[in-house]
């Protein structure tokens, strides 16, 4: 594999890569060792706005909005294709500008990617509307039309899924997008977005304008001609678009946001040695800058000891490196201002009480890069920080139960509802457990999300509006019309 890529640093607008209107560009940092990677263009209001006709023009003119299915389809799967041929260049992207781990980029990033644009499209002529069962003197349809233009808002952490999460469903039922990169993470987005015309997808159907949060993506969230905004983010940022919504035009608002996911592992678990490495793997994953990160490991209190030191034992496997060394597990933080705040929650831990089992400090200081030690507290309580706070680190806290009703009460003392997992070789606890627990996915025995056919999103704060993933995604995107056709 080549360790050099060229990037691309314009805005998508209409078809064409374009400089920023005002001439402004921002710098992209490779959080591996501060360095700046890229320059790239700042859209300003005009470029928005240019954007926003443009996604509009295409909607409204067609011919993608008024295409067959099985036509768009075609174009979609081209566009899944074309991906798949530059995999290894948007992996590299990926790693320098996300410091995510190459191995993850190319093993679990760009397949689900791709895999994402192809479900989709592969879905969308096998849907059928409704006819209700009203009075036979009515006809009466209902049917799913596209809502226009969405714009996407997007995080650094899976900068090109989520960005695929958002693409598949809007432009599998017809709708044109603006797409948002987070600031830090541009780069793939814009290569996507080249890319895109490339496969045939037609010009205006996907923009990309890039910026920061509080200019660019306020812009996109009052813009009075965006019908819907899909956005992925913290929480505090999603309250933000229901805000500009209520304020402007009422646009859909659909977020995913935050999460501060139980792993519950019950005194009959037969195989302990399975939690630990799900344990680990769902806490440090992707540095544990994961939004369904099982955070707060709930274990009962005759078991705790034996699962630790598993733990431990195989938290020796999560190599802390480069992130374009193929041996890497863990890369750096996203950035400066990211590191503080993981270091702030140790440094709260600590005052905390909670005992520092192993990490807690930055590492590869030398580096120029924000690296973070792997991090275990022991006896968190529930009243402590890192029990309720998303930290969005490697940084797992542990708080034992007595029986399997506080652990299902511990877990939902929590303002976030995404996701959990519960370990028990007792189908019953399992199911009860997965009933009782408030969050959009439990997973039983393991960690996991489940899959591109089933919906991912969150009760409580962790998301408000709809699921991504699965056919559910697709609803999100669509309005319901009611044709009522008198037939007396
Ligand atoms: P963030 O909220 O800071 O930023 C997300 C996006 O919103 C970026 O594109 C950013 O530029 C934009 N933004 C920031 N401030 C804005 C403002 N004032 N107005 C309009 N737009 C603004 O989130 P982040 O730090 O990039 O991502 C981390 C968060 O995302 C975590 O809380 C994580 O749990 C969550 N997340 C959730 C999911 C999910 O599917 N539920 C997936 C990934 C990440």
Redesign the pocket.
């Known amino acids: 594999m080549s360790k050099t890529v060229d990037f691309s640093t314009q805005l998508i607008i209409g078809g064409r890569p374009l400089p920023g209107s005002e001439g402004k560009t921002f710098e992209t940092i490779n959080p591996a060792n501060g360095k700046v990677l890229a320059s790239i263009a700042e859209a300003s209001g005009e470029d928005v706005n240019k954007a926003v006709s443009a996604a509009r023009k295409a909607f409204e003119e067609g011919p993608w909005s008024k295409m067959a299915p099985s036509e768009r389809k075609k174009v979609l799967l081209r566009f899944a294709t074309v991906i798949e041929a530059h995999a290894e260049e948007l992996a590299m992207m990926e790693a320098m500008e996300a410091g995510k781990p190459i191995t993850d980029c190319l093993e679990i990033d760009m397949p689900e990617t791709i895999n994402t644009i192809r479900w989709h499209a592969e879905a969308i002529d096998k849907l059928y509307d409704q006819i209700s069962p009203s009075d036979p003197s009515v006809l009466s349809m209902i049917v799913r039309e596209p809502m226009g233009v969405v714009a996407a ?6 900068p090109a899924m ?1 960005a695929a ?1 958002k693409l598949g469903p809007i432009l599998a039922t017809g709708n044109t997008v603006v797409l ?5 993470t541009s780069l793939s987005t814009i290569r996507i977005g080249e890319l895109a015309v490339e496969a045939g997808i037609p010009d205006g159907v996907i923009n990309v304008v890039c ?4 200019t ?3 812009m ?2 009052e813009h009075l001609d965006v019908d819907c905004v899909a ?8 309250r ?2 229901l805000r ?1 919504s209520a304020d402007t035009n009422l646009k859909r608002v659909l ?5 501060k996911n139980p792993f519950i592992v019950m005194e009959d678990t037969d195989d302990l040695d399975t939690a630990a490495d799900h344990a680990t793997n769902s806490i440090f994953w992707n540095m544990g ?4 990160s099982n955070s707060r490991l709930l274990v009962h209190q005759s078991i705790k000891d034996q699962l630790l030191e598993l733990i431990v034992e195989k938290s020796k496997e999560w190599v802390v490196g480069d992130p374009l060394d193929a041996a890497t597990k863990i890369g750096p933080m ?1 950035e400066q201002a ?1 590191l503080d705040k993981v270091m702030g929650f140790i440094d709260q831990a600590n005052q905390d009480k909670n005992k520092l089992v192993i990490g807690g400090k930055r590492t590869r200081e030398d580096s120029g890069g924000f690296f973070v030690q792997p991090t275990i507290f022991d006896d968190v309580k529930p009243d402590n920080t890192i029990f309720s706070e ?1 930290v ?1 680190g490697p940084v797992l806290g542990i708080t034992t139960f007595k029986n399997s009703e506080e652990a299902i009460a511990l877990a939902n003392q929590n303002k976030y509802g ?1 996701a959990a997992s519960v370990f028990t070789s007792s189908n019953k606890t399992a199911h009860v457990a997965a009933r009782k627990i408030k969050a959009g996915t439990v997973a039983v025995n393991c960690y996991g999300e489940g899959d591109i056919t089933t919906p ?3 009760y409580k704060l ?2 408000f509006g709809g699921r ?1 993933k699965s056919l559910a995604a697709h609803d999100q995107y669509c309005e319901l019309k009611t044709i009522w056709i008198d037939l007396k």
Request: glycine share 20%; net charge negative.
């Open positions: 808002i997007l995080p650094w952490n899976f989520m999460w948002k990169p987070a600031e830090q910026g920061f949060g509080e660019v993506g306020k996109l969230g956005f992925t983010g913290s929480t505090e940022t999603g933000m678009f500009y977020l995913e946001c935050g999460g800058e994961n939004c369904s996203i990211h998303e969005f995404l991912f999103g969150g962790s998301g991504d």
